[in-house]
Nanobody, 123 residues
């Protein structure tokens, strides 16, 4: 079992930045691929970013590429989502997830989920 706790959400103006954190605990979290997903009201949960367990590989949704990054610090069992140049359409609940795959970009490939943190971007 892996437990995930997100933090760092909030209200920000368009063009601003936020950094989300996800602290993992439990069974060797550093060996899991990690990802961030988001879900806006009335929409399905969508992929945002993923990073391999080593941190050597990462991938991003087209909508956030060039604006978001997903660094991880295995010594702290923490993965981050650095969000820059935020847009109103980035408004959503953001979820951290852990995958038993070394690297995954699809919701069904993730085994563990955090409770989510709200990000609201005002225009």
């Amino acid at each position: 079992q892996v437990q995930l706790v997100e933090s760092g959400g909030g209200l920000v103006q368009a063009g601003g930045s936020l950094r989300l954190s996800c602290v993992a605990s439990g069974r060797t979290p550093s060996r899991y691929g990690m990802g961030w997903f988001r879900q806006a009201p009335g929409k399905e949960r969508e992929f945002v970013a993923a990073v391999s367990w080593s941190g050597g590989n990462s991938d991003y949704a087209v909508s956030v590429k060039g604006r978001f990054t997903i660094p991880r610090d295995n010594a702290k069992n923490t993965v981050y989502l650095q969000m820059n140049s935020l847009l109103p359409e980035d408004t959503a609940v953001y979820y951290c997830a852990a995958s038993s795959y070394a690297y995954a970009v699809q919701v069904p490939n993730y085994n563990y989920w955090g409770q989510g943190t709200q990000v609201t971007v005002s225009s």
